[in-house]
């Protein structure tokens, strides 16, 4: 028998729906602190902003929830996110570069390239600049700050462990939704964003954590910030077929208008690149731009959620619904484009929300607060492509219930208009000008699906053991096509049992030894073998060929070891994969048609 390094037991194939362990146990217990954690940063974040917002506006120490819409500064008012711009720019160049942006870029590169690694001042800087930036009339939300924030929290704790940088990934994410749901009192959406988002996965051994982490953030918010929802409304009536045609209309012009938006918010971008300053000075330079908008309209100042709860009550109508369209768009875009501190989502709320409420006084249903409901989520899941967490964050904000199918619709169609229209989200755009690639449609990784059987070569290149090298070489050279044809051949003995390997390198390395080729291939070759068996994943067998550097494997019973049932080498792997690959592109009729030849094709 020979000795194998498979390290499989041969008692089970260790088949299953889902190849969780007990380490998600583990992950779920350290995310109880974390959620903790982030719920306190959560509260800690929001008591800054408005500290700062009543500093900078009403100059007063003072941590009551305020708005700088009431400020009586008159054209003073454009200094005031001019000197909280300059602060953050000095922030950023001397402290990190990483508190720049709206936080969930840089969340994804984290979790992406750097291992989930977050620097602990990152965790600091992050939601000071923020506050900075919001309570100095920023027109932003605290949402991607807290992602930020807490997903770094998480990742720190994480790192006093020993875990994976998969691990460390669950634990970051896990601190990224337990802020979100600790913000907003949106639970459920905050972990439907970890999946749609940033988990790049959907496995119980992340969801469960995070899950974990974002319920203890939304119990201790209770307490901390009060209980949800946070923009309550009178629910509204169930619609039938008419309503919903009008939420597809509105979903689809909300797509279109997200598709702008994100080419206004890079066509900024793209301007304050092509200055000749440093890129510390550029979001002074936007804030000059967010003053005059707030000068001219208040509303667009800050994080607008009195704004965001009238609009979801209808109270804004007429010509102001355009003027904060176009205002908080144009300036939102200004300032976000010269990289200052901020978030997306209360601001993506304001914008689809004023779109929302003025397309809908058009509408033979509803009124122009369900409208502004339906574009709200439509404009989340067409410009962040997160139609769940479009739709149920909007329903966790109102806990209108009966507007669902409404939101699922807009939020849906939005998602379909933007996927055509642009390659990639506000959110993936920015690394891709880094130059990292990121692909957001996730699917059963092909190599779990098939088995070992399915790929393997059943024709299985053998020869004698006690065959010498010479022999060996004379059949390869003649053109043997069971051997030629493949790297490694397999080696039998009397008893035609898998006795050992020889690959081309091996036999080369034999006749350089011994010339004359005396040798036998069993002393030439590899008598420890690693196996691969029938009834396996294709997966597990190719982490087994990565782990051991090979590039094949006998497939063997797993009863017997050394019956031979296969050969899988790389050309057998890549063979599965064509098969995949014509499922996915070759068109044909089904067989409901006997009428219709089974060779036509239609790749149009």
């Known amino acids: 028998m020979i000795n194998s390094k498979s390290g499989d037991n041969g008692a089970s194939n260790g088949l299953g729906d889902f190849r969780t362990d007990k380490r998600m ?17 959560a509260k800690l974040l929001l008591w800054l902003i408005a500290v700062i917002t009543n500093v900078a506006f009403f100059f007063r120490f003072s941590a009551a929830p305020v708005t700088p819409q009431g400020n009586h500064l008159g054209y003073w008012v454009i200094a005031i996110p001019v000197i909280g711009a300059l602060i953050i720019g000095f922030m950023a160049r001397y ?3 990483k508190i720049r942006g709206h936080g969930i870029p840089e969340a994804l590169e984290a979790i992406l390239l750097g291992s989930s690694l977050i620097q602990p001042k990152v965790a ?11 309570g100095t009339g920023g027109p932003f939300g605290a949402e991607g700050p ?8 998480g990742s720190i704790f994480a790192q006093l462990f020993n875990l994976t940088s998969v691990e460390r990934k669950t634990l970051l994410v896990a601190g990224a939704a337990a802020g979100m749901s600790a913000v907003f009192a949106t639970p459920v959406a905050a972990v439907l964003l970890a999946v749609e ?12 954590p995070v899950a974990v ?62 200055l000749p300053i440093h890129w510390m000075w550029w979001p002074a330079l936007g804030a000059v731009f967010v003053g005059i908008g707030g000068w001219l309209d208040p509303r667009v100042l800050g994080v607008g959620y009195d704004t965001i709860h009238s609009l979801m009550r209808g109270e804004i109508v007429g010509a102001a619904l355009v003027g904060l369209l176009i205002a908080k768009s144009l300036v939102w875009s200004v300032s976000l484009g010269s990289g200052t501190s901020g978030g997306v989502l209360a601001p993506l709320l304001i914008i689809g929300g004023a779109l929302g409420a003025w397309l809908g006084q058009w509408a033979p249903v509803g009124n122009s607060g369900l409208w502004a409901m339906v574009a709200m989520a439509a404009m989340m899941g067409g410009t962040m492509r997160s139609p769940l967490t479009g739709m149920v964050f909007v329903l966790e904000l109102s806990h209108d219930l009966n507007t669902l199918p409404a939101l699922m619709v807009g939020s849906v169609t939005a998602l379909g208009v933007t996927v055509l229209l642009l390659r990639r989200s506000i959110l993936t755009e920015k690394l891709a000008r880094r130059g990292q690639h990121i692909a957001r449609e996730y699917s059963v990784d092909l190599l779990e699906l098939m088995l070992v059987s399915e790929a393997m070569d059943k024709e299985v290149p053998t020869v004698p053991a006690d065959m010498t090298v010479a022999e060996l070489s004379l059949r390869l050279a003649n053109g043997d096509p069971r051997l030629s044809r493949r790297q490694g ?13 020889i690959t081309r390198g091996d036999m080369l390395r034999a006749l350089q030894q011994n010339r004359a080729g005396t040798m036998t291939v069993l002393e030439a070759g590899q008598q420890q073998l690693v196996l691969a068996f029938a009834d396996e994943t294709l997966h597990d067998a190719i982490a087994r060929m990565l782990r051991h550097n090979i590039g094949r494997l006998p497939v063997v019973n797993r009863e017997d070891s050394g019956t031979v049932l296969g050969y899988l080498g790389r050309s057998s792997i890549l063979a599965a994969r064509v098969r995949y690959q014509q499922e996915e592109e070759i068109r044909s009729r089904g067989p409901i048609f006997p009428f219709a030849r089974s060779s036509i094709t239609d790749n149009v």
């Open 489 to 501: 051949t397999l080696l039998l003995n009397k008893e035609n049992k898998l006795a050992g390997i």
């Open 95 to 97: 402290g990190s570069e």
């Open 213 to 274: 982490a974002s319920i203890v953030a939304s119990v201790l918010r209770v307490p901390l910030l009060g209980a949800g929802p946070i923009f309550p409304v009178a629910p509204h009536i169930a619609l039938g077929a008419e309503g919903l045609i009008v939420a597809l209309i509105i979903g689809l012009i909300t797509g279109l208008a997200s598709a702008l938006l994100t080419a206004l918010v890079y066509g900024c971008e793209d301007f304050f690149q092509r």
């Open 25 to 41: 146990i583990l992950l779920s217990v350290l995310a109880l602190p974390i959620g903790a954690i982030s719920a306190l940063v």
């Open 124 to 134: 600091i800087l992050k939601p000071i600049s923020s506050a900075i930036s919001i």
């Open 197 to 208: 988002l940033l988990l790049f996965e959907w496995k119980p051994r992340s969801f469960v």
């Open 146 to 153: 807290i992602i930020m924030t807490g997903g770094a929290f």
